[in-house]
């Protein structure tokens, strides 16, 4: 924004690489600046780093040792137009070098790029920050003056705060004010550049100062909020969050941009960290909606790049950035194909302390950011007390970040005022720091004195401002008591989620039309498994096409994966999107899905259902790292940007969810009510016990079940309109009509399936085109084939695969008097469709819950009163009772006899009590 122009870095000509040779020790000797001088820079504002003398810097180690004796630089140091004091010249004395040098590389900003494996980059960085040394920097007054009004208003929005609720914790700014004009500078920055949109996530420190000193959330509301008030309207059912994670997404304007900038602040939890990779998927989300539109107005694919258009900015406190294993699994993602952004800009608010940890005790590194050396990515620490250093690191940040398309980290070395919170003594912990801190004078009132010393501005220019804002705050909290949050509420029913309703709506469309026409079915399917001449796929794979065009032309026999391709592609034809991720998804864990297709000559990779149907909607198949919890983050995002794009994360089994457990608790679950926020994920979790171990065994269906608000009966309020859909499908119409009814439905709503292993090409779980064809549904129960009810003593309920065995077990005892009924969606319950079924078994004497899983596992827990309840209103004597396994510690035993013996007691307990 300030200081930087573009760059272009010419190969070094012949004379210049002869020059470097004969100056060999002199090289080494501005390498170890370029490399070292960071450990020797003065970046902390409280001095507590432990910096020893770094030998490496000493001229002297080079064999250096006049400071007068001149040099040729030609080539080797990117001088500026007035290098040194010295003029435009070749010849430099190594004193002018150490000079010239040290004060990039040794002052208030620290680089460390040499780390880089790529000399371009490492060019780049030396081009750019040497041939404009800090001295050749210059600010404006208005420039000055904006930095500086940043800094009072938070210092005074932080006092004004503790003056008026000081028993609010609040988690103020004081000691990291900088972090405000940091952003100010990166946010003008990218609206110059053409950026559009800013996908902003942060934890809750300076929260409260950014939103109401920079995103425009308006002061009245805040103070209504703590005050006890509601900041979401009461007829929308939403429970709300605490202050420290509220949102904004307002547009600033900035000059000299050709458009104003959209900064959206995300809504996150308390877990640190975990909203990095929700902010990553609902920044790829945009920029490929963007991308989509310009590739249909015909703007050529080499023009559109991954952050043309939207910019990912996180935030990051040092102890959390360093300890949760969330920000690794991110970093990760950053240059994969399927997940790249084009660079995140990243910036740790560093307080040198987590909670009460102090930093030798947080990370293992010399500096919290050094987990960022995984992927290469240039740090720059920069100290928090030079809010003017500040903005320059943040400039060049945003340049490399624009010029490569990559991370970047600026560490912004800051301190904590307070405790954690306002209320806590820090110096039970940490008494020397805190007596460091408290004998200091603040940022804003630092960068005042100067600013007045320099002429920007009086001592009385500087009190008009903090009063003028102070009595702004007073006035705005005289107005909290009236604030009303119905006439200010957004909702998110807005720009490309319009048209949508909010799911307990009298206008929701809970059961749409999920069937296709025979004609479209074939069509896509066809598609799914065609090939263009002379591609050569796995010879094995000619058994896969052969078999789905022969199920397709029957019209019977169509497998899980059939069923898939058949609801991706119909949704395609309709102008949906699919995006599916996971480890291993384009083939499948189980080698069932061949979405994509491996040339076995070349290598080439195609998408059949991309090449083959001419369609609007895409399917992009992202095989993903070995990660968890920031690839299913990643697809909830995508979610959260993109209402006409089917999101779904497969795990390789199901219970390897248990990564992703505080996506799942504190997104999946609970986003709709605590900040209105729709999503249509889906969760794959392939289910069942089948002799492979306690692993791989459990989706863990009962902590799902467990997370939901469903009803206990079917007259509750909440009929309808749950919280996250839990189902075990066990048929492929079944699934077909699943994933239609999640783009189909006018709402969105978490779908988590109990997907199968063994049910994938099993003969007796396969459909016919008939059950996908319009007129179909997605039946929440299931019930028996058998004719004579009248003689059914026995109706054993359950769900999943253990049906087909207990069907085949039925036909060998030659037994009419077991009926096996399957609740396929076990939230919301479905109460009055299992009524409707089980009325017809009046003479029955047995009403069961059968599972494989042990008996404090499984749906168990969860049906077991929903059950009486619909078993109740048709008989007042009718209860359930439990058949399976007992209560154990493991989802599986891990010895296959033990595990047959125990299989088939619980088929038998179907027959016999």
Request: proline letters at 5%; aromatic letters at 8%; one cysteine or more.
């Amino acid at each position: 924004m300030y200081f930087l122009t573009g760059l272009r870095i010419s190969p070094a000509s012949p004379a210049q690489l002869q020059n470097r040779t004969v100056n060999a020790p002199l090289l080494r000797y501005i390498d170890a600046l370029r490399t070292h001088g960071h450990r020797a820079a003065r970046i902390d504002p409280l001095d507590l780093l432990q910096r020893e003398e770094v030998a490496a810097l000493n001229p002297r180690r080079y064999g250096l040792l006049d400071d007068e004796q001149k040099y040729d630089v030609n080539g080797i140091v990117w001088t500026s137009p007035v290098g040194a004091g010295s003029g435009t010249k070749d010849e430099w004395t190594l004193g002018e070098i150490t000079q010239h040098l040290r004060s990039i590389y040794v002052g208030r900003i620290a680089y460390e790029y040499m780390h880089s494996p790529s000399k371009t980059e490492r060019l780049w960085f030396s081009h750019l920050l040497e041939s404009q040394p800090p001295s050749n920097v210059k600010m404006s007054k208005d420039q000055k003056t904006r930095i500086y009004s940043l800094l009072a208003q938070s210092e005074t929005f932080d006092q004004f705060l503790q003056l008026k609720f000081p028993n609010l914790k609040r988690y103020g700014l004081e000691g990291g004010e900088s972090m405000l004009p940091a952003l100010d500078v990166l946010f003008a920055a990218a609206a110059r550049a053409g950026v559009e949109d800013i996908i902003l996530a942060m934890p809750h420190r300076g929260r409260l100062n950014l939103l109401t000193d920079l995103l425009k959330f308006p002061h009245a509301a805040l103070f209504h909020k703590i005050k006890g008030g509601a900041d979401i309207p009461e007829h929308l059912g939403a429970s709300g969050d605490v202050i420290s994670h509220l949102v904004a997404s307002p547009r600033l304007q900035y000059e000299g941009a050709p458009n104003s900038v959209k900064v959206s602040l995300l809504p996150n939890p308390s877990h640190l960290e975990a909203v990095n990779p929700i902010a990553l998927g609902k920044t790829r989300a945009k920029q490929f909606a963007l991308l989509k539109d310009l590739l249909q107005a015909g703007t050529p694919l080499n023009q559109c790049f991954p952050g043309d258009k939207v910019l990912s900015v996180q935030l990051h406190g040092d102890a959390s950035f360093t300890g949760q294993g969330v920000v690794m699994e991110s970093l990760g993602l950053s240059n994969l194909p399927h997940f790249t952004v084009g660079g995140t800009v990243h910036i740790v608010v560093n307080n040198g302390i987590g909670y009460t940890t102090p930093a030798s005790g947080a990370h293992s590194g010399l500096y919290s950011s050094d987990i960022g050396k995984m992927i290469n990515a240039p740090i720059l620490h920069v100290n928090g007390d030079h809010p003017e250093d500040v903005a320059r690191a943040i400039e060049v940040a945003f340049k490399y970040r624009t010029h490569f398309r990559k991370d970047i980290i600026v560490d912004l070395l800051v301190y904590r005022r307070w405790g954690h919170n306002e209320l806590d003594e820090p110096s039970f912990t940490q008494p020397l720091m805190y007596e460091k801190i408290r004998s200091r004078r603040s940022v804003p009132s630092l960068y005042e004195e100067q600013l007045i010393s320099d002429g920007t501005m009086s001592h009385e220019e500087a009190a008009t401002m903090r009063s003028s804002y102070k009595a702004k705050l007073a006035s705005e909290l005289s107005a909290a008591d009236s604030y009303d949050p119905v006439s200010h509420a957004v909702s998110m029913l807005q720009e490309q989620w319009k048209g949508l309703v909010w799911p307990a709506d009298d206008n929701a469309v809970r059961d749409p039309e999920t069937g296709v026409d025979r004609e479209v079915l074939l069509r896509v399917g066809r598609a799914s498994v065609s090939v263009s001449e002379g591609f050569e796929i796995h010879p094995r794979l000619q058994r896969h096409v052969s078999s789905r065009l022969r199920a397709l032309d029957k019209g019977e026999g169509l497998d899980w994966a059939t069923a898939e391709a058949l609801a991706f592609g119909s949704l395609m034809l309709e102008g949906y999107d699919i995006r599916i991720s996971g480890q291993d998804v384009g083939r499948g864990t189980f080698s069932q899905r061949h979405a994509m297709l491996v040339d076995q000559n070349t290598e080439d990779v195609i998408v059949p259902l991309n090449a083959g149907l001419d369609s609007t909607g895409r399917l992009e198949l992202a095989n993903s790292s070995l990660s968890e919890m920031a690839v299913l983050g990643y697809e909830y995002g995508v979610s959260w940007e993109r209402p006409d794009i089917l999101p779904i994360w497969e795990a390789q089994f199901g219970d390897f969810f248990n990564g992703a457990q505080v996506i799942i608790d504190t997104f999946v679950s609970s986003a709709e009510t605590k900040w209105l926020k729709q999503s249509g994920i889906v969760l794959l979790l392939p289910h069942g016990l089948d002799g492979a171990g306690p692993e791989h065994s459990s989706s863990r269906i009962e902590r799902m079940l467990q997370l939901t608000n469903d009803r206990y009966g079917p007259d509750e309020t909440t009929a309808g309109n749950v919280n996250m859909h839990i189902v075990y499908p066990t048929t492929p119409a079944q699934y077909f009509h699943l994933l239609r009814r999640q783009m189909l439905r006018n709402f969105r709503k978490p779908l988590v399936v109990a997907s199968p292993k063994g049910l994938l090409r099993l003969p007796a779980a396969a459909s016919s085109m008939t059950s996908m064809e319009p007129g179909a549904r997605f039946e929440p129960v299931l019930g028996d084939s058998l004719t004579d009810k009248a003689s059914v003593q026995r109706v054993v309920m359950l769900s999943g695969k253990l049906y087909y065995d207990l069907v085949k077990e039925r036909q060998q005892r030659q037994v009419n008097s077991v009926a096996f009924i399957r609740i396929e969606e076990l939230c919301p319950f479905p109460f009055e469709s299992l009524r409707l079924i089980l009325e017809q078994y009046s003479n029955a004497k047995e009403f069961v819950w059968l599972q494989e899983e042990p008996q404090n596992q499984g749906a168990w827990t969860h049906v077991a009163s929903r059950i009486d309840v619909v078993l109740q209103s048709i008989k007042d004597d009718w209860r359930v009772s439990y058949a399976g396994r007992r209560m154990d510690s493991v989802p599986a035993p891990g010895i296959s006899q033990v595990y047959r013996l125990q299989q088939q007691r619980v088929i038998d307990s179907a027959f016999v009590s």
